[in-house]
């Protein structure tokens, strides 16, 4: 009789934990801290508070206040003296409360952080990732649950990304530390904690590149229409697509995951194939992300679209009083009506 | 008035300044002190025992105040933290999405905004509901934010009091231009008709570029511009000490107009150095800033758990400090109130609540065309697309087509 085969893993040493987006983001940090003794993380109540999301949490506490500062209120000089940091030579990682509360910080981002490399013939790196929670869904007040990737995306010099699951946010976060160019990276807030995303993190597993979108479900042959999307939408979008196939129609999810630069490869690569795009965002449609993947796949698919790329975003309103939210978030829903209306093209 | 100035670390040459992470044992101990002590420059008329002190300066800004007027202050305190308390309440039970409490703060709002008069105009930012108060605007008024419902839609004009700004500082700017129009329209002199705005911001909004900018500006044109910091020692969890070495008020200085601490948590002090300030304002010596010495009392707001990051130990002291107890004390003590006046207010103070408590529950929820309203001054065909649109899609629930 063989002996009951003992496990190789042990659960304690396990490389693989079971995580929220939230704690996973949390070992990133951990992890790029514990690599790299030039990471720093610098933020409003980002020490003994561990930041309003808890994201860091235990840092200070076992990097010491040199490496987790509980920096004064002002976005502006966080992000500027992030700057000078990193032209010393560290690698900060700056957390903004809410993405509401970065405008104090645009001018920082917009005439130096962006622009420091072309200006000095690259000389100069500057090394800085900037973490913003965003999105909306969280019954907040003003300024707390708005989606201003756009402006970051239009803005030359800067790197933007967004995860939607925790092995991303693990795996992101610390390909963002190293990256040298400054990363805007946007954290989809209302999932930080989602129980239903967590996922099993392998942090010994050898990562995707940082600067590619992922197709997360294929839609087969027969599919009928690509649905693109990024950070907290993605799971809107999932849902739609399970929705969609118990009434027999196979929709493809792609999430961006990097929103500067795009990685329009594989949405042309489906497009060609289903003819039919939905680009999903909550943020406000004109001049936005989704104008610019409505533009470059018309441009590289015209020949292929069997209808209009078709948008389901926040209206071009100011975020709403949170009461009103539901009707202003794209929702499984509304996404599905799009796809109605693109196949009865 | 000039200041010396005081420096809680480090003294002036007295060697390297010792990083503002490590903070020597004897810089703890000072900046614990500097925390619940106001030091030797606060202005105090009404001591936390109920104990009147004469003040040359600012007795004179308070000679109306007698037993009556007092138990009329006391009154708005009971009520403003009685409401609050209610609105903390009714957050737990699911009521609101979130309320920012002021529990402790009765004193440095209620004086400071009894101070204004009407034609003046206040900005808030957003914990002010005690100055919302004293400036006619019903608290049932101010739930649709925390409700979520709105944005704040009270009539600004005719209360003086500008709307809720959550974005920390910005509003000081605001405030600035404001009262530069004030001045450039000619409301600044010695007449009757003199005006002032306040603005008011907590301590770690001293850290913002736009509360600097704001110092700036309302130095160089001469506002009327009364800047009330409310320095209650904490923002969310980063202690006063992380945002200045210099005791706030003592910054007026280096902008070139007066700065000057009184207890926030002495409801007449307050009164008398805002209407002091007010003055001054007005009759073209502006700007001001005053610092009120106070503390937060209750949580940030209530998502914050502050057991994180602070001693209860730190509240236990200042309750002992509680801006509405030195109130009733002084008047129980001179012969102001009686019992029977305590009772009464109490007694009003629950009605206040419970009819805020039965407006909160019936408010309704905004019709889905509330958001694509006011975005622009005219109708815009872009956003009335949209709107048709949205509408006609929810119109589609209705008829069963999902
Ligand atoms: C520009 C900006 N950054 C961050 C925040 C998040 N935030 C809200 S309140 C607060 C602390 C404010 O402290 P303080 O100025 O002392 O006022 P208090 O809340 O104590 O009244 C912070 C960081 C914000 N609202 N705006
Ligand atoms: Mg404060």
Redesign the pocket.
């Known amino acids: 009789m063989a002996a009951p085969v003992k496990s190789t893993v042990d659960t304690a040493m396990s490389s693989v934990q079971n995580l929220t987006i939230g704690k996973a983001l949390n070992l990133g940090l951990r992890r790029a801290m514990e690599a790299d003794s030039k990471v720093i993380v610098m933020g409003?109540?980002v020490g003994k508070l561990g930041g309003?999301f808890r994201i860091t949490d235990g840092l200070q506490k076992d990097f010491g206040e040199h490496r987790v500062l509980d920096t004064p209120?002002?976005?502006s000089g966080i992000i500027g003296t992030a700057v000078g940091l990193a032209v010393r030579g560290f690698r900060p990682v700056c957390e903004?409360?809410?993405e509401?509360?970065i405008?104090?910080g645009f001018d920082q981002i917009s005439s130096q952080l962006a622009k420091l490399h072309y200006r000095t013939q690259g000389k100069v790196k500057v090394p800085v990732v900037i973490r913003v929670p965003y999105g909306g869904g969280i019954g907040a007040v003003e300024?707390h649950s708005e989606s201003p990737e756009s402006l970051f995306a239009h803005t030359p010099g800067l790197r933007v990304v967004s995860c939607s699951n925790p092995v991303d946010a693990y795996w992101m976060l610390q390909q963002a530390i190293t990256c040298d160019d400054p990363v805007l990276f946007f954290e989809p807030k209302r999932l930080y904690h989602s129980g239903a995303l967590k996922a099993a993190v392998d942090t010994t597993a050898t990562p995707e590149p940082l600067f590619a979108s992922r197709v997360l479900r294929q839609g087969g042959v027969d599919a009928a229409a690509t649905l693109v999307t990024y950070g907290p939408s993605v799971k809107v979008c999932l849902d739609a697509a399970t929705a969609a196939a118990e009434e027999g129609k196979s929709l493809e999810v792609i999430d961006l995951r990097t929103l500067s630069p795009l990685d329009l490869e594989p949405v042309f690569e489906s497009v060609r194939r289903t003819g039919r795009l939905v680009a999903v965002s909550e943020a406000s449609s004109e001049s936005s992300l989704t104008s610019e993947i409505a533009a470059r796949v018309q441009q590289e698919c015209f020949y292929s679209l069997e209808a209009p790329v078709l948008r389901v975003t926040g209206f071009d309103t100011p975020y709403p009083p949170s009461k009103l939210e539901e009707h202003f978030l794209p929702d499984l829903d509304r996404v599905l009506h799009a796809v109605d209306r693109a196949l009865a093209w | 008035m000039p200041s010396p100035e005081q420096w809680t670390r480090p003294e002036p040459g007295a060697g390297p300044a010792a990083t503002a992470a490590e903070p020597t044992p004897e810089q703890v101990i000072a900046g614990l002190r500097a925390t619940t002590e106001g030091g030797a420059e606060l202005t105090q008329l009404l001591t936390p025992e109920g104990e009147r002190i004469p003040s040359a300066m600012f007795d004179p800004y308070v000679t109306d105040v007698d037993a009556e007027a007092l138990r009329g202050l006391y009154r708005d305190m009971v009520l403003v933290r009685r409401a609050d308390r209610e609105a903390n309440a009714m957050q737990r039970q699911g009521q609101l999405g979130i309320w920012?409490p002021l529990l402790g703060?009765e004193a440095a709002q209620v004086g400071s905004g009894r101070a204004l008069q009407a034609r003046d105009m206040a900005f808030p930012?957003?914990?002010e509901h005690g100055v919302a108060y004293t400036r006619g605007v019903d608290f049932r008024e101010l739930l649709g934010i925390f409700r979520c419902t709105d944005h704040g839609g009270w009539d600004f004009q005719r209360h003086g009091f500008h709307p809720y700004t959550?974005?920390?500082?910005?509003q000081v700017l605001n405030a600035a231009g404001y009262a530069m129009g004030q001045k450039f329209e000619g409301k600044v002199g010695d007449d009757d008709n003199a005006e002032a705005t306040i603005c008011y911001?907590?301590?770690?909004?001293?850290s913002?570029g736009d509360v600097h900018e704001g110092f700036v500006w309302a130095a160089v044109y001469d506002a009327p511009l009364v800047f009330f910091c409310?320095?209650?020692q904490?923002?969310?969890s980063?202690p006063?000490e992380r945002?200045s070495r210099l005791p706030l008020y003592q910054r007026a200085r280096g902008y070139g107009f007066p700065g000057l601490r009184v207890d926030g948590n002495d409801v007449l002090g307050c009164l008398a150095v805002t209407r002091w300030a007010l003055d001054e304002c007005r009759r073209g010596n502006g700007p001001v800033l005053i610092e009120a010495f106070t503390y937060?009392m209750d949580a940030?707001?209530t998502t914050d758990d502050p057991s994180r990051y602070r001693l209860s130990d730190e509240l236990e002291v200042w309750k002992h400090k509680d801006p509405i107890e030195r109130v009733r004390v002084h008047l129980a003590r001179s012969g102001g109130a009686d019992q029977t006046f305590f009772d009464d207010v109490d007694a009003e103070a629950d009605r206040f609540a419970a009819e805020l408590r039965d407006f909160c529950f019936n408010m309704p929820d905004p019709p889905p065309e509330r958001l694509f309203e006011n975005v622009y001054s005219e109708p815009s065909p872009v956003l009335d697309a949209q709107r048709e649109e949205y509408l006609s899609y929810l119109a589609g629930f209705g008829a069963g087509e999902h």
Do not use: M
């Not at chain 2, 959550?166 to 910005?170: A, D, E, P």
């Not at chain 2, 911001?201 to 001293?206: E, L, V, Y």
């Open positions: 409003e109540d309003v209120l002002a976005e903004i409360q809410f509401g509360f405008f104090p300024h | 920012v703060q930012s957003y914990r959550i974005v920390i500082g910005n911001f907590g301590d770690g909004a001293t913002q409310q320095n209650n904490w923002a969310i980063e006063t945002q937060r940030h707001t």
